[in-house]
């Protein structure tokens, strides 16, 4: 097993054990009925989610697109009007009721839904989750900034690696495995992640 991305990314070597065990067949049973998609705004995790559903044949949810729905309003305007914190709030409702799915469901997650502890279990205890990886810098080249509310600064990328900095121990203690974005070809992204779920035994096709 290779474990230099995993110390490139955390600046440790991993618990060989628990990554053995991590996967067992019962675990992931439990798993497969959702497939959770996590990382930093703009690494394609709804781009490569709704494809990847698609391709696979779940249903496709996104935790930023329900909030909206039922608030009938923008994440912006959420922000704007309510502050951070409100939306965290809903975030982890909606995320709490995100698997009462009965078919099986690829769920987009906003970016930020690592950075509550509960959630990162309730991820962790329900769906395989997939970390799209991209650095702050490919994303801030590709992203529309104007819709991201956390970007509003004088310079979003340094406001993006600090981001990054912050979550990239929740994202990678929530993720079952993790995928590079960093080349956003959505096309071959998801056929090389469908390559993966098979070789663990989640996808047949
Ligand atoms: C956020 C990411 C956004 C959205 C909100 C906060 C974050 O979702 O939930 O603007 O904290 O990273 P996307 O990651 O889907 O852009």
Redesign the pocket.
């Known amino acids: 097993m290779d474990y230099l991305a995993y110390f490139h990314f955390l600046g440790s070597m991993p618990d060989t054990q628990v990554l053995r065990t991590g996967l067992s067949a019962q675990l992931l049973e439990q798993k497969k009925h959702t497939i959770a998609t996590i990382g ?3 690494s394609g ?2 781009s490569h989610g709704k494809l990847l559903a698609q391709k696979i044949g779940y249903d496709f949810k996104d935790t ?1 697109d329900e909030i909206v729905a039922k608030e009938q309003r923008s ?1 912006s305007d959420i922000f704007a009007q309510d502050g951070e914190a409100h939306f965290r709030e809903l975030e982890r409702n909606e995320l709490a009721s995100g698997f009462n799915s009965l078919n099986p469901t690829l769920l987009s997650c ?3 839904i690592v950075t509550h502890e509960e959630n990162r279990k309730v991820l962790n205890d329900n769906s395989l989750v997939v970390w799209l990886f991209a650095t702050p810098q490919a994303i801030i080249a590709r992203t529309n900034i104007q819709k ?3 970007l509003q600064v004088a310079n979003p990328e340094q406001k993006l690696a600090e ?1 990054y900095e912050e979550r990239k121990g929740m994202y990678a203690e929530t993720a079952d495995i993790v995928f590079s974005t960093e080349k956003k070809m959505k096309e071959k992204n998801t056929d090389f992640i469908i390559q993966e779920l098979k070789h663990i035994g989640l996808c047949k096709q």
């Open positions: 930093l705004m703009g995790k709804t930023d994440i906003g970016g930020g991201r509310p956390l981001i």
